[in-house]
C-alpha cells in the first residue's frame, strides 16, 4: 500500500507527514506500507522549509534530503490512499483522478474533517503545533489501516 500525503507546497505539512509516518512504519514493524509526498502549488526540488526542518530535527527525523515534488496524475495513479491537508488539496486529488482514494487526513484519521494547521510562515511553535497535530493523526491512520488489515478490507 503506497499513501500519499498531499498539501500546498510540499515543503512543510506533507513532508512532515511522510517522515513521521515513514518512523510510526517502522517502529510498528507495518510490512508492505509506503509513503510519499507532493504538493498542489509546489515547485519541483525545493527543499523542505526551514521551520519543518528544525522541528524535525527536535524529532530525531530528517528531512534534510526532501525535495518538493508537484501533485501530477502518476502520482495519483500510484497511490493507494490519498490524504490531503486541506479541502482544495482534495479538490485536486479527486480531479487528478484519486477519487474514492483520497481524503481529509483528519477524516481518514477517524476525527471530525477539517484542515490540517498550514505552518508557513509561523514560528518554530507553529510549527511544532503541526507536527503533534500530524504525529496524533498519524498514530490514527497507521491504526486504521492496521485494523483494516486484520479484517480483510484493505
Do not use: K
Not at 6 to 18: D, F, Y
Not at 118 to 129: E, H, I, K, N, T
Amino acid at each position: 500500500m503506497h499513501l500519499l500525503f498531499v498539501c500546498t507546497g510540499n515543503t512543510c505539512r506533507s513532508p512532515l507527514a511522510e517522515v513521521i509516518a515513514r518512523r510510526m512504519i517502522v517502529d510498528r514493524a507495518i510490512p508492505d506500507v509506503t509513503v510519499g509526498s507532493a504538493g498542489t502549488s509546489a515547485w519541483a526540488d525545493s527543499p523542505a522549509s526551514d521551520g519543518a526542518l528544525l522541528v524535525a530535527l527536535e524529532q530525531g527525523l530528517d528531512l534534510g534530503d526532501h525535495r518538493s515534488r508537484p501533485l501530477a496524475q502518476e502520482l495519483v495513479s500510484d497511490a493507494q490512499v490519498i490524504l490531503t491537508m486541506g479541502p482544495h488539496h482534495l479538490d485536486r486529488a479527486e480531479a487528478l483522478g484519486g477519487t474514492g482514494r483520497s481524503w481529509l487526513l483528519t477524516d481518514y484519521a477517524g476525527g471530525t474533517p477539517r484542515p490540517v494547521s498550514d505552518p508557513f510562515g509561523g514560528g518554530l511553535d507553529v510549527y511544532r503545533a503541526t507536527y503533534v497535530e500530524l504525529e496524533q493523526a498519524m498514530s490514527a491512520v497507521l491504526d486504521r489501516i492496521v485494523a483494516d488489515r486484520s479484517r480483510g478490507t484493505d
